[in-house]
Nanobody
Protein backbone atom coordinates (compact mmCIF):
# COMPACT_ATOMS: atom_id res chain seq x y z
CA UNK A 1 0.00 0.00 0.00
CA UNK A 2 1.40 3.32 -1.05
CA UNK A 3 1.31 6.08 1.53
CA UNK A 4 2.45 9.68 1.70
CA UNK A 5 2.54 11.19 5.17
CA UNK A 6 3.11 14.90 5.75
CA UNK A 7 4.51 16.45 8.90
CA UNK A 8 5.79 19.80 10.07
CA UNK A 9 2.67 21.92 9.91
CA UNK A 10 1.61 24.20 12.72
CA UNK A 11 0.98 27.73 13.87
CA UNK A 12 3.56 30.41 13.12
CA UNK A 13 3.63 34.20 13.17
CA UNK A 14 3.88 36.17 9.97
CA UNK A 15 7.48 36.38 8.85
CA UNK A 16 8.33 33.04 10.37
CA UNK A 17 9.37 29.76 8.79
CA UNK A 18 8.18 26.19 8.66
CA UNK A 19 9.54 23.10 6.99
CA UNK A 20 7.07 20.52 5.76
CA UNK A 21 8.20 16.95 5.18
CA UNK A 22 6.55 14.13 3.29
CA UNK A 23 7.58 10.53 3.83
CA UNK A 24 6.65 7.96 1.23
CA UNK A 25 6.24 4.25 1.76
CA UNK A 26 5.08 1.34 -0.32
CA UNK A 27 7.12 2.24 -3.40
CA UNK A 28 10.06 4.36 -4.38
CA UNK A 29 9.46 7.78 -5.89
CA UNK A 30 13.01 8.28 -7.09
CA UNK A 31 11.81 8.40 -10.70
CA UNK A 32 8.56 10.28 -10.07
CA UNK A 33 7.67 13.91 -10.35
CA UNK A 34 6.47 15.30 -7.04
CA UNK A 35 4.74 18.40 -5.77
CA UNK A 36 3.16 20.34 -2.95
CA UNK A 37 -0.37 21.71 -3.09
CA UNK A 38 -2.52 23.68 -0.69
CA UNK A 39 -6.15 24.41 -0.08
CA UNK A 40 -7.40 27.34 1.94
CA UNK A 41 -10.94 27.46 3.39
CA UNK A 42 -13.48 28.25 0.70
CA UNK A 43 -10.90 28.03 -2.07
CA UNK A 44 -9.88 25.44 -4.60
CA UNK A 45 -6.74 23.42 -4.17
CA UNK A 46 -3.77 25.06 -5.88
CA UNK A 47 -0.30 23.99 -6.80
CA UNK A 48 2.46 25.47 -4.66
CA UNK A 49 5.61 23.89 -6.01
CA UNK A 50 6.64 21.02 -8.26
CA UNK A 51 9.87 19.13 -8.80
CA UNK A 52 10.69 17.01 -11.81
CA UNK A 53 11.58 13.34 -11.51
CA UNK A 54 15.31 14.04 -11.90
CA UNK A 55 15.32 17.16 -9.76
CA UNK A 56 16.34 19.39 -12.64
CA UNK A 57 13.20 21.45 -12.90
CA UNK A 58 11.24 23.26 -10.24
CA UNK A 59 8.15 25.39 -10.61
CA UNK A 60 6.57 27.65 -8.04
CA UNK A 61 3.33 29.52 -7.76
CA UNK A 62 3.95 33.24 -8.23
CA UNK A 63 2.69 33.86 -4.71
CA UNK A 64 5.49 31.80 -3.12
CA UNK A 65 8.43 32.41 -5.45
CA UNK A 66 11.51 33.45 -3.55
CA UNK A 67 10.04 32.31 -0.24
CA UNK A 68 9.41 28.55 -0.63
CA UNK A 69 11.83 25.83 -1.72
CA UNK A 70 10.90 22.30 -2.73
CA UNK A 71 13.43 19.49 -2.40
CA UNK A 72 13.68 15.73 -2.32
CA UNK A 73 15.89 13.05 -0.83
CA UNK A 74 15.60 9.95 -2.97
CA UNK A 75 17.73 7.89 -0.59
CA UNK A 76 15.17 8.50 2.15
CA UNK A 77 12.15 8.54 -0.18
CA UNK A 78 11.11 11.92 1.19
CA UNK A 79 10.33 15.38 -0.09
CA UNK A 80 10.26 18.70 1.73
CA UNK A 81 8.92 22.21 1.43
CA UNK A 82 10.89 24.94 3.17
CA UNK A 83 8.64 27.93 3.75
CA UNK A 84 10.17 31.26 4.75
CA UNK A 85 8.74 34.74 5.23
CA UNK A 86 5.32 33.26 5.78
CA UNK A 87 2.25 35.42 5.30
CA UNK A 88 -1.29 35.06 6.66
CA UNK A 89 -2.44 34.27 3.11
CA UNK A 90 -0.26 31.15 3.21
CA UNK A 91 -2.68 29.65 5.73
CA UNK A 92 -4.03 26.42 4.27
CA UNK A 93 -3.91 22.65 4.42
CA UNK A 94 -0.79 21.55 2.57
CA UNK A 95 -0.62 18.29 0.65
CA UNK A 96 2.29 16.43 -0.87
CA UNK A 97 1.69 14.45 -4.03
CA UNK A 98 3.56 12.21 -6.42
CA UNK A 99 3.08 10.92 -9.92
CA UNK A 100 3.52 7.30 -10.91
CA UNK A 101 6.49 8.31 -13.03
CA UNK A 102 7.89 11.26 -14.89
CA UNK A 103 4.63 12.40 -16.49
CA UNK A 104 0.90 12.27 -16.08
CA UNK A 105 -1.40 13.09 -13.22
CA UNK A 106 -0.58 13.15 -9.53
CA UNK A 107 -1.73 9.75 -8.38
CA UNK A 108 -0.59 9.59 -4.80
CA UNK A 109 -1.61 12.13 -2.17
CA UNK A 110 -0.91 12.68 1.49
CA UNK A 111 -3.61 13.38 4.04
CA UNK A 112 -2.60 17.01 4.47
CA UNK A 113 -1.08 19.11 7.22
CA UNK A 114 -2.45 22.40 8.52
CA UNK A 115 -0.35 25.54 8.29
CA UNK A 116 -1.69 28.60 10.05
CA UNK A 117 0.07 31.95 9.84
CA UNK A 118 -1.05 34.60 12.31
CA UNK A 119 -0.72 38.30 11.63
Amino acid sequence: QVQLVESGGGLVQAGGSLRLSCAASGRTFANSAVGWFRQAPGKEREVVATLSWNGDTTNYADSVKGRFTISRDNAKNTMSLQMNSLKPEDTAVYYCAAKRGRWGAYTYWGQGTQVTVSS
